[in-house]
């Protein structure tokens, strides 16, 4: 069974420019989450999908941060424009119903904002 | 206050000792409770879940004190591969989002 997967793995930007983070998560799994993990600081939740809707948008930062997850598939997370601030890895998990212990995180997406 | 609190560490143990981590939580109605291990630069990956009377998954030890609102790991016989951040991660009680750590750095040494 194919896991969770990010992509890109790495991505640098200016300061301003518009990044697009892909997660696909296990095939079958209704609920797919993003969460982040800034420098220095605990993994923060951003949002939680249950197929294409979503269920709970309420860590997401501010309007810069637009996740969408059409067809209920794969989900993409876009920041325009980004700020330094928003450097950090991103983590996508997705479960097969909302019990914890069956999420399965993907690798990540590290995230550098100059 | 942060809502999970942890010590971050490191903690430098030599091979074969046993270690034990605690993490305490703010949110008096949290329902579910996890060990998660995460290498560097790599995914969390769940190690145990944490149940009220306590749980064992051989070298790994979790304990749960709701009235204390703290939770342990103890890791008995450690073995250099357990080296890595161990993280303590509540449920949130209102909803489905986890609420984590900043983690502990464990570092076993030969």
């Known amino acids: 069974e194919a896991g969770v997967t990010q992509f890109p793995s790495h991505s640098v930007i200016e300061k301003g420019q518009t990044v697009t983070l892909r997660c696909d998560p296990i095939?079958?799994?209704?609920?797919l989450y993003w969460y982040r993990r800034v420098m220095g600081k605990e993994i923060k939740f951003l949002l939680h999908?249950?197929?294409?809707?979503?269920?709970?948008e309420s860590g997401m930062p501010n309007n810069r941060f637009l996740a969408e997850r059409t067809g209920g598939t794969y989900s993409t997370l876009k920041v325009q424009p980004a700020e330094l601030e928003d450097s950090g890895v991103y983590f996508c998990?997705?479960?097969?119903?909302?019990?914890?212990?069956?999420?399965?995180f993907g690798s990540g997406t590290r995230l550098t904002v100059v | 206050r942060k809502e999970v609190e942890q010590d971050p560490g490191p903690f430098n143990v030599p091979e074969g000792a046993t270690v034990a981590f605690n993490c305490t939580y703010s949110?008096?109605?949290?329902?579910?409770f996890f060990w998660y291990r995460q290498d560097c630069r790599k995914e969390p990956k769940l190690l145990m879940s944490?149940?009220?009377?306590?749980n064992e998954d051989g070298r790994f030890t979790a304990q749960l004190n709701r009235a204390s609102q703290y939770i342990s790991l103890l890791i008995r016989d450690s073995k250099l591969s357990d080296s890595a951040t161990y993280l303590c991660?509540?449920?949130?009680?209102?909803?489905?989002?986890?609420?984590w750590g900043a983690g502990t750095k464990l570092i076993i040494k030969p």
């Open positions: 998990a997705s479960s097969l119903d909302t019990e914890f212990g069956g999420y399965t």
């Open positions: 095939s079958g799994h209704d609920n």
């Open positions: 999908f249950v197929k294409e809707s979503k269920q709970d």
């Open positions: 949110n008096s109605a949290s329902q579910s």
């Open positions: 944490v149940y009220s009377s306590g």
């Open positions: 991660v509540v449920n949130a009680a209102s909803n489905y989002q986890l609420i």
